[in-house]
């Protein structure tokens, strides 16, 4: 017996041969990586949510199109390599591509699990649909569905290609909250604190205009990135890289 808590996420495999990679979401974009010597990356929150999850992979490469009509018909779905999969494909109309999940997913209790597109993942004529789904208990497998953004613009997905994310969220949490406003000025040390960033910010980005050479030397200012307040205290609990496990037999 043992009384740690439930930490288990399974994917029940719902048939054999599921063929669609299932893997902790990685930190890399193709256009963060095509920035000005990797700017993109230099934002931590950005950097933190691509890894924050899961990815599914394509298990092939396919090509989608959508005329513009509101029935399941009005989307074709092509397979340029000749492999097929008939679980992609048009389903609900009005635009949707659906992509059927081979998995059942099992989370702890009390954690649902959020479905949604890649994070950060721009794709030009197609957006990912996102939905929250009750994992905990639910016997039901779901969809990951993409909905076409312009009619008669083929999209192409590349085999491989993540198509899905799934991210674990505390049920209940957004529920629990108490929201409020209230003027900074209301907390005095949070204030200052904001005040003395907000300076040092105006300071540094005037520095680079004028193209000092320490601020240009510096290029950005790191302390988010490195944890540390204003007066340059560190967090304990800072966070620059997420390692969530891989999923093992």
């Known amino acids: 017996m043992t009384n740690e808590p439930n930490r288990l996420l399974i994917a029940f495999e719902v048939y054999a041969n599921a063929a669609m990679a299932l893997e902790p979401a990685p930190v890399d974009r193709a256009w963060m990586d095509q920035t000005a010597v990797r700017n993109a990356y230099r934002c931590l929150p950005l950097v933190i949510a691509n890894q924050a999850g899961w990815v599914l992979r394509s298990p092939v490469a396919f090509h989608v199109i959508w005329n513009g009509g509101p029935g399941p018909g009005d989307v074709a779905v092509s397979f340029p390599s000749g492999r097929r999969d008939d679980r992609i494909g048009s389903h609900f109309g009005e635009g949707v591509l659906t992509i059927g999940i081979p998995f059942l997913f099992r989370t702890p209790p009390g954690i649902n699990l959020w479905v949604k597109g890649p994070a950060n993942s721009p794709k030009d004529g197609i957006f990912p649909l996102e939905g929250i789904v009750e994992t905990d208990w639910s ?22 290609e993540p198509i899905c994310m799934i991210v674990p969220v505390p049920r209940g949490l957004a529920e629990s909250l108490d929201p409020v406003r209230r003027p900074l000025e209301a907390e005095p040390e949070l204030a200052r604190a904001y005040n003395q960033w907000k300076d ?3 300071d540094f980005n005037e520095a680079l205009l004028s193209i000092d050479e320490e601020a240009v030397k510096k290029g950005w200012q790191r302390a988010y990135m490195l944890g540390l307040d204003s007066e340059g205290k560190a967090f304990a609990e800072h966070q620059t890289k997420l390692r969530v496990g891989e999923f093992r037999q």
């Open 139 to 160: 016997p039901y497998t779901f969809t990951m569905n993409w909905r076409l953004t312009r009619a008669n613009h083929a999209v192409a997905f590349d085999e491989g």
């Open 200 to 202: 040092t910010r105006v």
